[in-house]
């Protein structure tokens, strides 16, 4: 018994300290930022109503977030479009990437004969191929689908091709003393190694992914009513409906904003067990 009175007590301050640390952590996370950016819009309420600059030039954050709610429905399912075309496109270049990276690091022959072709799809500005892409594809959905891929496959495929030849060269061939099958190898050995480079990846594929839906949707001049948020944005300029157009870009830095705390959070989940990028440690 007067044993774990000792321990206890000597665990209670432990636990103090690591409570506090906990609590500034939570704090320097979300307080202090959502802080800023209170006072941030206080401070652009307060010059756009103190010069009265008119809302066709610079509109107040009080219209912008009243013109959110008065046009929602169609912002809404413009958003909608938005993020299944981001989502759709991110999701094709994580298979195509991780597939041909894994063939690439698999066959060199392949890699040489392939890779100049991912790094011409990769340095030619998608507003130059995009009018091509509309021309030859008849849907709309799927030509803006093939854009917003060419933005997001190339971070993938080249880290992928990475991740997998940084396995350590020990390891490599002590699974191959052991006569490791070619599943135990890529199970245990290549994939731990490319993992940590997928996921750096996937942070930029994602706002890559929604940076090309946007560009492809602006070089398509697509409009409608199902069309996405880029529509929206031209819509508003070609009418001077500035406050609609500032609504639809925070719809879409919203969107950038979810897309990278979602690819974050499976970043700590992959990874923060093991990984040192994802170790939190106590200081």
Known sequence: MQTTSI????????????????????????????????????LWEYLVWHYEIPKYLIPAPSLIAETLIKDGPSLMASSWFTVKLTFFSLGLAIIGGVLLGALFA????????????????????????APLILIYVDSTFAALLICAWIVAFFPILSNTVIGLRSADHNLSDLFTMYRASPWQRLRYLLAPSALPYFMAALKVAGGLALIGAVVAEFVAGAAGQHTGLASRIIESSFRS???????????????????????????????????????????
């Open 241 to 283: 409906e500035i406050p609609r157009m500032f609504a639809a870009l925070v719809l879409v830095s919203l969107l950038g904003i979810v897309i990278f705390l979602l690819t974050s959070w499976a970043s700590r989940k992959v990874l923060g067990h093991w990984h040192e990028s994802e170790i939190r440690r106590e200081n």
């Open 7 to 42: 321990t206890e007590d000597l665990d209670a301050p432990v636990n103090t300290a690591q409570l506090r640390r906990a609590w500034r952590e939570q704090i320097l996370t979300w307080v202090m930022p959502i802080t800023v950016l209170i006072i941030a819009l206080g």
């Open 106 to 129: 698999l066959s060199r022959p392949v890699e040489l004969s392939l890779f100049p072709f991912a790094v011409i799809l990769q340095v030619t500005p998608v507003v130059a191929i």
